[in-house]
């Protein structure tokens, strides 16, 4: 009869065998650190090989609670950033959370000190003068928290944002005085109808001290507020993407703005019956119980690309 240790170790050499070309297909990130605020700031980097020419920059952000190690093997960002030779950088917040604006985190961490706008200013700066990053091609991305520091980000620095792609995060409420951006910026952004934390009618949820949220725009005025700054119509049109996954709990549908000058898209993609997680992401029974389906018809990282690749600044 074969032994217990016997099978555990045929378990283990199937298992390499499976995983082995996987691993060496994949590198590992480069991390490094930039000094800003009197802080020492980190941040993962996949570097495109070789060339001169300057390259896409994607800034990936990640959730609250969480850091640029988890965010990065959870998207599909990394493939398609070797495969579409961009510079993909993922920093980390301080203590897990983004200075996104609002006043009350869910998490009940305070990170209002921290100048996050100033950061990913100079990291930008940085991977311009360092990293053969394209000045006129900065995208920024990122899911919750990190997708509500990239809107936050866009309505700041607009001269330095070309396009952005937040996912399962709305805008703060008051755009107009929150906002000041100078210049239009690309958004195509992505919603879960039913997200439990980022609801998508933008209503307070009560935080983890007990406190409320403040309220936030509804995702349809997110895009709607960027399709007016943008100078694009004021009707989206509508479009069901297929169903490509039947099991997933989940649809996509997808309204376009029409007319958007300077190549100022504003596009609205809600995931129906999606809740609080990334399209096409790693995701496993525990979160579904807790923040909903994920949607399996669209993957965020390859939709926020596509947008991406098609913007010039």
């Known amino acids: ?158 001269e330095i944002v070309t396009a952005i792609a937040p996912v399962i995060a709305t805008m703060l409420s008051d755009p107009d005085r929150r906002c000041p951006a100078s210049r239009p910026v690309a958004v195509l952004a992505i919603f879960g109808t039913a997200d439990p934390l980022m609801p998508f009618d933008g209503s307070p949820v009560r935080t983890r001290t007990g406190q409320m949220s403040e309220p936030r725009l509804s995702a349809a005025a997110s895009v709607q507020w960027w399709a007016q700054r943008n100078g694009c119509g004021t009707t989206p049109v509508a479009e069901d993407l297929p169903d490509r996954v039947t099991t997933d709990g989940s649809t996509v549908r997808r309204f376009v703005y029409p007319g958007c000058p300077f190549n100022a898209d504003a596009i609205r993609i809600d995931v129906l019956g999606g809740g609080h997680t990334w399209p096409g992401g790693r995701t496993g029974w525990l979160q579904k119980q807790v923040l909903g389906p994920t949607n399996r018809d669209i993957d965020a990282a390859e939709t926020a690309w596509n947008f991406f690749r098609e913007r010039r600044r």
Request: aromatic share 6%.
């Open 1 to 158: 009869m074969t032994s217990l240790a016997a099978l555990r170790r045929l378990a283990a050499a199937f298992a390499t065998v499976l995983i082995a070309p996987c691993v060496l297909a994949q590198s590992a990130p480069l991390r490094e650190t930039l000094q800003h605020g009197g802080l020492a700031r980190t941040y993962l980097m996949q570097v495109p090989r070789g060339g001169s020419a300057t390259v896409p920059l994607v800034i990936l952000l990640h959730g609250g609670t969480q850091d640029a190690e988890r965010i990065w093997p959870r998207t599909r960002w990394p493939e398609v950033a070797r495969r579409e030779g961009v510079l993909l950088v993922a920093p980390d917040a301080v203590d897990g959370n983004w200075n996104d604006g609002r006043r009350v985190y869910l998490s009940g961490g305070d990170p209002t000190a921290i100048d996050d706008v100033g950061f990913l200013s100079e990291l930008v700066g940085s991977l311009v003068a360092r990293h053969r990053a394209d000045p006129g091609r900065v995208f920024v991305t990122g899911a919750s928290n990190g997708g509500a520091m990239a809107w936050r980000f866009a309505c700041e620095r607009s």
